[in-house]
């Protein structure tokens, strides 16, 4: 299983993002996708997350403000995270993340909220 992320950046107080997470490779296997982040000193969390079957779980930090979302294709599966009223600690490396037989981790986009 390969994933490539895109979407982060600079965004003002107020502002919105979308992360995108291009899935690849034997994605029949995947159980979960999803969205952690880890800001500088602190531990990675989980931010959001899709089940196979479209359950989403988010994290009470974002609830209402980020979204997470899936698109299939032939091949590829994408993952997006819409982000809305981004606040300056949401500030952190956004890593994507899928579950199944094994565990998957994307390289990680930055994601900076100031003004």
């Known amino acids: 299983v390969q994933l490539v992320e895109s979407g982060g950046g600079l965004v003002q107080p107020g502002g919105s993002l979308r992360l995108s997470c291009a899935v690849s490779?034997?994605?029949?296997?995947?159980?979960?996708m999803g969205w952690s982040r880890q800001a500088p000193g602190k531990q990675r969390e989980l931010v959001a997350v899709i089940s196979s079957s479209g359950i989403r779980n988010y994290a009470e930090s974002v609830k209402g403000r980020f979204a997470i979302s899936r698109d299939s294709a032939k091949n590829t599966v994408t993952v997006y995270l819409q982000m809305n009223s981004l606040k300056p600690e949401d500030t952190a490396v956004y890593y994507c993340r899928t579950t199944g037989q094994e565990t998957y981790w994307g390289q990680g986009t930055q994601v900076t909220v100031s003004s």
């Open positions: 490779g034997s994605i029949f296997s995947i159980r979960t």
